[in-house]
Nanobody
Framework: QAQLVESGGGSVQAGGSLRLSCAAT????????IAWFRQAPGKERQGVAS????????LYGDSVQGRFIISRDDAKNTVYLQMNNVKPEDTGMYYC????????????????WGQGTQVTVSS
């Protein structure tokens, strides 16, 4: 069974940085769209960043543009989310997702999901 495992979450002060990782087993990232989502308590899951491994195009949500960077390491079958200059509103559970089904990358319509890693940003 395919599995995505996130790591790297934790507590950080505003203005700091974190790097999240998403390692895949029994599913390859080849020619797929990979994305990071986050969900704050009481809110819907929100698309944060996306990368298509076929063309390498990256896309970002407006709230993280210029601060977050999505990247991948094919040898490790791992996708990363570098979070810089974090803000309290970045707090939430972060999920990685792979193999998009729909047309809009920011919609949570992916075939594979990880269990999530918590990020808490204090002011």
């Amino acid at each position: 069974q395919a599995q995505l495992v996130e790591s790297g979450g934790g507590s950080v002060q505003a203005g700091g940085s974190l790097r999240l990782s998403c390692a895949a087993t029994r599913v390859t990232y080849s020619r797929k769209r990979i994305a990071w989502f986050r969900q704050a308590p009481g809110k819907e899951r929100q698309g944060v960043a996306s990368l298509h491994t076929g063309g390498g195009v990256t896309l970002y949500g407006d709230s993280v543009q210029g601060r977050f960077i999505i990247s991948r390491d094919d040898a490790k079958n791992t996708v990363y989310l570098q979070m810089n200059n974090v803000k309290p509103e970045d707090t939430g559970m972060y999920y990685c997702a792979a193999d998009q089904r729909g047309d809009d990358w920011w919609q949570p319509t992916y075939n594979y999901w990880g269990q999530g890693t918590q990020v808490t940003v204090s002011s």
